[in-house]
């Protein structure tokens, strides 16, 4: 079992940039790879970035290729999400996922991920 808590949600305007930040509970955060993913209101949770366990391999989505990086601390049980060039449609709540999986693998799959965070909202006015 894995506990995951965001912070650093808030309200930017666009163009400006956000951390968001994930710690997971437990001795073995380097089991898991991660992903972040995001939902706004009346939309589906949508797949933002991943992450593999060890940190060399990253992914993203189209829409945010580019602008977001995703980072991992595995000395500090910690997963980042650097935004930056936010536009409204960013706004969301942001979530952090866990999974277990290759060491070498990511997913863009919500089904994939076995925990999840509580959340943490991003909102970006125009």
């Not at 997971?24 to 009346?42: I, L, V």
């Not at 580019?66 to 449609?89: A, W």
């Amino acid at each position: 079992q894995v506990q995951l808590v965001e912070s650093g949600g808030g309200l930017v305007q666009a163009g400006g940039s956000l951390r968001v930040s994930c710690v997971a509970s437990g001795p073995t955060f380097d089991s898991y790879a991660m992903g972040w993913f995001r939902q706004a209101p009346g939309e589906e949770r949508e797949y933002v970035a991943a992450i593999s366990r060890n940190g060399y391999i990253t992914n993203y989505a189209d829409s945010v290729k580019g602008r977001f990086t995703i980072s991992r601390d595995n000395t500090k049980n910690t997963v980042y999400l650097q935004m930056h060039s936010l536009k409204p449609e960013d706004t969301a709540v942001y979530y952090c996922a866990a999974r277990r999986g290759p060491l070498n693998s990511v997913d863009y799959r919500t089904a994939s991920y076995d925990y999840w965070g509580q959340g943490t909202q991003v909102t970006v006015s125009s």
